[in-house]
């Protein structure tokens, strides 16, 4: 997904929102499918989530099987720019320090001090904001690393960013304006959000229990910076907003220093975490686990993402602005994004077929078009995947989260286009 509560929600089922039905034009989780923490408390494991992020709530469906959240989020650090009187009491001087990540890594590391060496084991998800927008909420000693704009022109920008976001059309002088102050405010997010994993594993480092733990480290998605002339990251099928870093460590079944550089989705996270407990996924799980990538084989297949109508966006930018946008950041119609090595097909239910050749074009300057024979053979190659998984039509009633029966036939299909061995 482009944006947290879908990427969450394909995280957590181990479905796509089409599938898990979980998007802009249905903002809720429902419980069709088993959650990865349903799975884990199943067999035993503690359940906790740490975040300041609103979207990992009961309200979103997405905290379904945790014993226990923190709910860093009820603060409103984390969304204090969508409201007018904390953006005022910000630009008096009292801004928050963070966007509750600070309060997230307290909590991670209250709770593993107090760990007795018997508990049962545990699944932690974590969750970090900080390299999210309103990008000037972050510590001055992080905000400054890559600046040296006053503290109000940062502020003026990451505003600016932000309405961009959310439906304000920017003109040119305005994004040549907050190109590089965005930038360095996102990597400082970056590296505020490093710090705190630091935290996070230095606290499990102290209580002994570092090499026995799977870290799965990963991005929900990106953000535009103004590639494009787009900025944030709700709507927009550039690789800047979909290809996200995954790192996983477990001394006792991953090497150190292991790197796959063929794509994989991360929707095989679930399979993968259940697979290194030794435990079985749930059957029709679209992704399976990613660790056979580790040895050379084919895993973490089909590489697709997805995005849904937004209907708010076109409300605010009016049909002629909608209209005339480019069609891979337009907020009407879907768009599911099928990658195959360097290969990238986007279809979408109101622009048709995109096309990119990401080896020759890794900027996405360049759409060769559907008709393009590379995208003929992918269209085809989507088309059987689409089936063989369950995946809906794209203009076709999405979330019901049927798993097909797999016949002899799609499965040797499969096979020859190397999703299975």
């Known amino acids: 997904g482009t944006w947290s509560l879908p990427a969450h929600a394909s995280l957590f089922t181990g479905h796509f929102p089409s599938s898990h039905g979980t998007n802009l034009e249905h903002r809720y989780l429902d419980d069709r499918l088993p959650t990865l923490a349903e799975a884990m408390q199943s067999a035993g494991y503690q359940t906790l989530a740490f975040t300041a992020n609103t979207h990992i709530s009961e309200s979103f469906g997405l905290t379904r099987g945790f014993d226990w959240t923190d709910q860093a989020w009820i603060t409103g650090a984390g969304g204090r720019g969508f409201t007018f009187i904390f953006r005022l009491v910000d630009a008096m001087g009292f801004a928050a320090e963070d966007k509750g990540g600070g309060q997230v890594a307290r909590n991670i590391e209250e709770w593993l001090s107090n760990r007795d060496n018997d508990d049962v084991p545990a699944f932690v998800f974590v969750n970090f904001l900080e390299a999210h927008f309103p990008f000037h909420q972050l510590p001055d000693e992080f905000l400054y690393s890559y600046t040296e704009e006053e503290e109000s022109e940062l502020r003026d920008a990451s505003q600016i960013a932000f309405g961009a976001m959310f439906g304000r059309a920017l003109n040119d002088e305005e994004l040549e304006q907050i190109h590089h102050p965005i930038l360095d405010m996102y990597d400082a997010g970056v590296k505020y959000s490093d710090h705190l994993l630091g935290r996070v594993i230095a606290a499990y480092q102290q209580s002994g229990r570092f090499d026995n733990t799977v870290f799965v480290v990963l991005g929900d998605h990106g953000e535009m910076t103004g590639e494009h002339g787009g900025h944030g990251h709700s709507i927009g099928m550039y690789q800047e907003n979909l290809h996200v870093p995954l790192l996983f460590r477990y001394p006792d079944k991953i090497s150190a220093g292991t790197k796959v550089s063929e794509p994989v989705s991360t929707v095989g996270v679930y399979a993968s975490l259940l697979d290194l407990a030794g435990l079985s996924a749930p059957k029709g799980v679209q992704v399976g686990s990613l660790m056979p990538a580790l040895e050379g ?7 697709i993402s997805e995005h849904f109508e937004e209907v708010m966006l076109i409300r605010r930018y009016g049909d002629e602005v909608v209209d005339a946008m480019d069609p891979m950041l337009s907020p009407r119609g879907r768009h599911r994004a099928f990658r195959s090595g360097d290969k990238k097909l986007v279809e979408t239910t109101e622009r048709g077929t995109l096309f990119f050749d990401l080896a020759n074009d890794p900027d996405e300057n360049t759409n060769l078009g559907g008709d393009h024979p590379d995208a003929v053979t992918l269209a085809a190659e989507l088309d059987v995947v689409e089936k063989a998984i369950g995946l809906p039509a794209l203009d076709g009633e999405i979330g019901t989260g049927v ?19």
């Open 297 to 303: 084989r084919v895993a973490g297949q089909p590489v």
């Open 403 to 421: 798993v097909p029966e797999m016949d002899a036939a799609a499965m040797e299909q499969l096979r020859a286009l190397g999703y299975v061995e």
